[in-house]
C-alpha cells in the first residue's frame, strides 16, 4: 500500500527565536523510545517531544525574518533544531520490481496526493503483471514534449560527442530552418513530405545541391537520434535521399597552378600591404601551409603554436579530433624550409597562441582575391604592349577562370591534393594527405591528374614475358 509524508529537515534554531513550551496529551499513534516520541502532525511534518507519562512536551519557536515577517515553527526535543516540512506530499511506494520507493507527488493537497500515489500502485502492479509497457509510456510522454525541447536535448548530445560550437549552431539553425518551414510543433509531426516541400522550395530558389544535402544531413541526423533514443518508434525520414552535390555544383573550385603561385607569393611579399589582420610575409606562410598540408580554414584558424612540431623529426602540425571534419586527429607534414620560417614567425607567441592572427576567417577568400589581383596586375605589367593584350584574355591569375571554376581559400587545400597527383605521388598517400574517407573520393576529385599508365601497361607485361625487364617475376616449376 502506498503511503504519505513529507520530508522533514532539521535546520538550526534562529539566533533571534523565541522558544515557548506547552504540555499536551501524547498525539495519537506516536511511536516512543527512549523516552522520545516521534509522530506526524497533520501538516505532515515529522515532530518528536520528551514524553512525560500521557503528555508530551512541545516546542515553539517564533521569530521575524530579513522581510520582516513573523514566523512560528516547531522545535525538537533536543531544543536546538526547528523543523521544516516540504510543501508537497511524498508518496513511498512499491514498484513493479517490487522495490519500495520514495517519490514527490508535487502537491500540497493530501487528497490529490493520495490518488496519485493510488494510481503510481495501481500503474506498477499492471506492469508487474506485463499490461503495460513502459516503452509506449516513454514514447507518449516524450510525445507531449514541444519539438523545440528535442532539439535542445539533441544539440546537448552533440556536445559530449566533441565537435565545435559552430558546427553545433549550424546544425541547430538548419533544423530550425525544416521545423518553421513545415510548421513542426511536436516529433510525431516529422514526415517526409514536409522535408521534400522545403527540399522543393530550395530548389526553386536556385540553392545548390551540396547546400540541400548539408541541411538534409542535419535533420536526417536528428530524426535518427530520436528513433535511437526511444523518443519516436520508428525514423521517419530514413527513406529521405540527398541529392548528389557532384550533379550540381554551383560553386566549382579551382586548384591554383604552380605557375601562379609563384607569382602570388612573391607579389604578396612585395607588396607589404596588411589585410585580414595580417602581414604580407604571414599571409604567404599560411598559404604555404594550407598548400602543404590541404588543412581547411576552420583547421588553421585553430592551430595554436604548440601544435607545431618543428624541433623533432619530421617536422609536422597536429590537430585536434575535435577540431576536423572527419573528428579524428590529424598529423600533416611540411618541409623543413616552411618549419624554419613558422619558427622564426612564432618564437615570441605564447604555446596557446594561435600561429596565424586571422582577423576573420569568413575573410580569407576576399584576402586571397586581392592578392591575387596583386600578382595578375604585376605580372601584366611585366609584359610588352602585344603580349599584354593577348595576356589579358587570359585566366591566369584570375579568381574565376574560363570553364567558371573559382579559385577561394579551400582551393589551397584542393591544389595541395592536385599537386601531389600531378607529381605522381601514389594515391593511396594522397587519400591520406587529404583524410579523405575513401580511395573513391580522392579518385573522383584528382583521377584526371594522376599521370596516364595504363597507356604503359601493355608494353610493360610483355618486357616481362619477354624477360626483358629485372623486376620480372621469377616462378620455378615444383
Known sequence: MASLYKRTHRRPLPKNATVTKTIKPLPAGASIIDGIATWTDRTGCLRSAAVSGNQVEMQFATWTNQRNHVNTLPVDHTGTFILVADVCYMASITNARGKRIRKSTKTSDKAVAIRIASKWESDARLREEGVVDDLVESLARHAAKPIAEHVDAFIAFLATKGGTEEHRTRTRRQIEEFVNASKWKWITDLDADGISAHVATMMSSDAAARTIQQK???????????????????????????????????????????????????????????????????????YRLTIQTGLRASEVFEVPRSKLILARGTPHVLCKAAGTKNRKPAKQYIDQALADDLRNHVASKHPTAPVFGIGSKEELSRVLELDLADARRSWLSTLDDDARVEAESSDFLMRTNHDGEHLVFHSLRHSCGAWLAMAGVHVKTVQSVMRHGSIGLTMDRYRHLFPGQAEDAASQIAAMMNGSTDKGLRVTAG
Not at 267 to 282: F, G, I, P, Q, W
Open 216 to 286: 538534409l544531413t542535419s535533420i536526417k541526423s536528428f530524426s535518427k537520434w530520436l528513433a535511437d533514443h526511444h523518443r519516436l518508434m520508428v525514423n521517419p525520414l530514413s527513406m529521405v535521399k540527398k541529392p548528389d552535390p557532384n550533379a550540381n555544383r554551383r560553386h566549382e573550385r579551382r586548384m591554383l597552378l604552380p605557375d601562379e603561385w609563384r607569382w602570388l607569393e612573391s607579389v604578396t611579399l612585395a607588396t607589404h600591404k596588411d589585410r585580414n589582420s595580417m602581414t604580407a610575409y604571414e599571409r604567404t606562410l599560411l
